[in-house]
């Protein structure tokens, strides 16, 4: 499926909006066919990364080339090749489903014949030809994330790129619209896709970590998620907040991550450490529930490539 061609090109790109650089030299290379996620948390810089590779906006630096040409000069024939389906895309509330498609057809010059082939195709693509009567603004959070997606399908782009298109969708819709992305991916497009949801960038081939306007790590997810040092153990303390200041002083541990009520500790060796840890925790009269050794996700690895990041970055500065 995949080929060596780039068809999404950048060196050094930067965005800087008056005090703030919102995107700060970023290096990408994606190849024809691949699931591309850009995954960083909220004002990480993936907004106007895409909107720079859509040719929306000009970059201050660097010279992205997308399907082979220039975002800047050649903005015209990206926008022909490209879908772009925005984080906050509109749909019109008070048109139905099909006319929704139809409009976007006579935005992007689809000719008539073509237009019932490929609607009727879309429609039932995304699971939506029983509802192609409804009105836009009647439809659920997840119908109208599908729909936005057929009107972005609907000039047939071999590119397409997804601005956070998940967000805010329950779980089950969710699983849907990536089985839709799949199918795409399947058919040979290539899929540039942002998201803040860590299980989603699993679905992707590569993921690029986007953190304050920079590239983190960009690598398979396996192959991030080796880059996490030490094994990983998780806990469910009583008190949460007093055993991990406990366990930060034992040795052996790495680092320590909360979520919700469980602890994920990293220690150097799992075998080696475990009844130790719990030693110290039920010695200062903490109980502790469900100690096992398991492996990190990416939202494990994420975060602590981030706080390398910054540590990295406060190290840097105090000694210059
Ligand atoms: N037009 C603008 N003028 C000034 N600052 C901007 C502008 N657009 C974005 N920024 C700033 O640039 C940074 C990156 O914003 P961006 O919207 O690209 O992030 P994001 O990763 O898409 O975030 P989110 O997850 O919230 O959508 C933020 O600090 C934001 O405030
Ligand atoms: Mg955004």
Redesign the pocket.
Same mark, same amino acid.
């Given at each position: 499926m995949n080929d060596e061609r780039p068809v999404i090109e950048t060196a050094g790109l930067t965005k800087r909006?008056k005090a703030?650089t /919102?995107v700060d030299g970023l290096d990408l290379n994606v190849r024809h066919g691949e699931v591309f996620g850009l995954l =960083?948390p909220?004002? /990480? =810089?993936? +907004? +106007?990364t895409i909107r720079m590779l859509c040719a929306i906006m000009n970059p201050s630096a660097g010279s992205p080339r997308v399907a082979g040409f220039d975002t800047v000069r050649e903005p015209e024939e990206i926008k022909k090749r490209i879908g772009y389906m925005a984080?906050q895309f509109s749909l019109y509330g008070d048109l139905t489903v099909l006319e929704n498609l139809t409009f976007f057809a006579d935005i992007f010059g689809v000719g008539r014949e073509e237009r019932r082939e490929r609607t009727a195709r879309l429609l039932e693509f995304a699971r939506l030809t029983e509802f192609q009567g409804r009105r836009a603004a009647h439809l659920s959070g997840g119908m109208q994330k599908k729909l936005a997606l057929t009107c972005t399908l609907i000039h047939h782009p071999q590119i397409i790129f997804l601005d956070?298109p998940t967000t805010g969708v329950d779980p089950v819709s969710r699983r849907e619209f990536w089985d839709i992305l799949t199918e795409l991916h399947l058919q040979g497009v290539t899929l540039f896709v942002s998201t803040?949801y860590m299980d989603e960038a699993e679905r992707c081939s590569r993921v690029a970590l986007m953190f304050e306007g920079r590239i983190v790590v960009c690598d398979t997810p396996k192959r991030i998620k080796g880059l996490v040092e030490g094994d990983l153990l998780e806990l469910r303390p009583d008190r949460l907040r007093e055993a991990a200041r406990i366990l930060a002083e034992q040795p052996g541990v790495l680092e320590i991550q909360t979520y919700g009520d469980l602890l994920h500790v990293f220690v150097d060796d799992a075998a080696h450490r475990a009844a130790t840890l719990q030693q110290a925790l039920t010695g200062a009269g903490i109980g502790v529930q469900g100690l096992r050794q398991t492996r990190p996700r990416m939202e494990e690895a994420f975060i602590s490539l981030i706080r390398k990041r910054v540590e990295e970055t406060e190290y840097g500065t105090s000694n210059t």
């Amino acid at each position: 499926m995949n080929d060596e061609r780039p068809v999404i090109e950048t060196a050094g790109l930067t965005k800087r909006f008056k005090a703030v650089t /919102a995107v700060d030299g970023l290096d990408l290379n994606v190849r024809h066919g691949e699931v591309f996620g850009l995954l =960083g948390p909220d004002g /990480a =810089g993936k +907004t +106007t990364t895409i909107r720079m590779l859509c040719a929306i906006m000009n970059p201050s630096a660097g010279s992205p080339r997308v399907a082979g040409f220039d975002t800047v000069r050649e903005p015209e024939e990206i926008k022909k090749r490209i879908g772009y389906m925005a984080q906050q895309f509109s749909l019109y509330g008070d048109l139905t489903v099909l006319e929704n498609l139809t409009f976007f057809a006579d935005i992007f010059g689809v000719g008539r014949e073509e237009r019932r082939e490929r609607t009727a195709r879309l429609l039932e693509f995304a699971r939506l030809t029983e509802f192609q009567g409804r009105r836009a603004a009647h439809l659920s959070g997840g119908m109208q994330k599908k729909l936005a997606l057929t009107c972005t399908l609907i000039h047939h782009p071999q590119i397409i790129f997804l601005d956070e298109p998940t967000t805010g969708v329950d779980p089950v819709s969710r699983r849907e619209f990536w089985d839709i992305l799949t199918e795409l991916h399947l058919q040979g497009v290539t899929l540039f896709v942002s998201t803040p949801y860590m299980d989603e960038a699993e679905r992707c081939s590569r993921v690029a970590l986007m953190f304050e306007g920079r590239i983190v790590v960009c690598d398979t997810p396996k192959r991030i998620k080796g880059l996490v040092e030490g094994d990983l153990l998780e806990l469910r303390p009583d008190r949460l907040r007093e055993a991990a200041r406990i366990l930060a002083e034992q040795p052996g541990v790495l680092e320590i991550q909360t979520y919700g009520d469980l602890l994920h500790v990293f220690v150097d060796d799992a075998a080696h450490r475990a009844a130790t840890l719990q030693q110290a925790l039920t010695g200062a009269g903490i109980g502790v529930q469900g100690l096992r050794q398991t492996r990190p996700r990416m939202e494990e690895a994420f975060i602590s490539l981030i706080r390398k990041r910054v540590e990295e970055t406060e190290y840097g500065t105090s000694n210059t």
